[in-house]
C-alpha cells in the first residue's frame, strides 16, 4: 500500500494542476489566448468591447495577438484607487446601419430565454440555407475558434455595431471582406444532434442586445 501511495498523490497533484490551469484560463479576469482566436472573437466570448482589450493590455491598434498571450478582461485597478468600469466613460454612439433579416424562417428561441440565447436569438430554418449580412461592413472574424459557435462570423458595420452569425455548415467569405447588405455570407447548420437554425447577435459597442428590437418587422 505505501509503494502506491507516491502514485496516487502524484496522480492527484496532476488533476489539481490542469484544474487550475483551466481556472486561470477561463477566469473572468483573464484569457490565455488560443490558437484561432482573434481580438474579436475574445470580445464576443466575453461580452466586452474590444476596444477596452486595446486599452487594458497595450495592444497598440489591436491588429496582433499571438497564441499563449494572456490578456486581462476587466479595467486594472491602480493602487490607492477604486476600481471603475470603462462603461462610465460611455464610448461615443455611432447611428446603426439600416438592418435586414440574416435567413428566412421562424425565431425558434428569443433572447435572453435560454443558456443558448443569453447574448443573440436563434432563427430556425434547413440545414445549408443562405445566410446573407443583415448591412454592409467588415468581416472581422470567419472561423471556428469558439466551440459553442460552431462556424462563427461576425461582421463590423462602424465603431459600434457588430453582427454575429454562428452554428454555420460553411462560410462563403473571410476575413478582411467587405460585404453589402443581403450578400450570402454563409449556409446554415446544426448542433449536434440538434436542427438546423442560426445563431444571431447584434452587439452595440461590444454588449449584446435584443436583435427583434432592430430587425424590421416581418
Known amino acids: 500500500m505505501r509503494k502506491r501511495l507516491p502514485g496516487l498523490v502524484l496522480l492527484a497533484l496532476c488533476g489539481l494542476l490542469v484544474a487550475c490551469e483551466g481556472a486561470l484560463r477561463w477566469s473572468r479576469d483573464y484569457h490565455t489566448v488560443r490558437a484561432g482566436e482573434t481580438l474579436y472573437s475574445i470580445a464576443v466570448n466575453y461580452n466586452v468591447d474590444q476596444r477596452d482589450l486595446i486599452r487594458w493590455n497595450r495592444l497598440g491598434d489591436g491588429t496582433y495577438i499571438r497564441e499563449g498571450q494572456k490578456l ?101 467569405v473571410r476575413e478582411g471582406d467587405r460585404v453589402r447588405a443581403g450578400q450570402a455570407v454563409a449556409r446554415m447548420g446544426r448542433e449536434a444532434g440538434g436542427s438546423a437554425q442560426l445563431h444571431f447577435e447584434i452587439r452595440r459597442n461590444g454588449e449584446p442586445v435584443n436583435p427583434l428590437r432592430y430587425l424590421p418587422r416581418r
Open 72 to 172: 486581462r478582461l476587466k479595467t486594472p485597478v491602480r493602487a490607492g484607487s477604486m476600481q471603475t468600469s470603462s462603461r462610465v466613460v460611455s464610448q461615443p454612439l455611432l447611428p446603426p446601419p439600416r438592418w435586414h433579416w440574416p435567413t428566412a424562417g421562424a425565431v425558434a428561441m428569443a433572447f435572453g430565454t435560454s443558456v443558448k440565447t443569453e447574448s443573440g436569438i436563434r432563427i430556425a430554418g434547413k440545414e445549408d440555407q443562405t445566410v446573407v449580412a443583415v448591412a454592409g461592413g467588415e468581416i472581422v472574424y470567419a472561423g471556428d475558434g469558439l466551440s459553442h459557435y460552431g462556424q462563427l462570423l461576425i461582421i463590423k458595420h462602424n465603431n459600434s455595431w457588430l453582427s454575429a452569425y454562428g452554428l454555420n455548415s460553411s462560410l462563403l
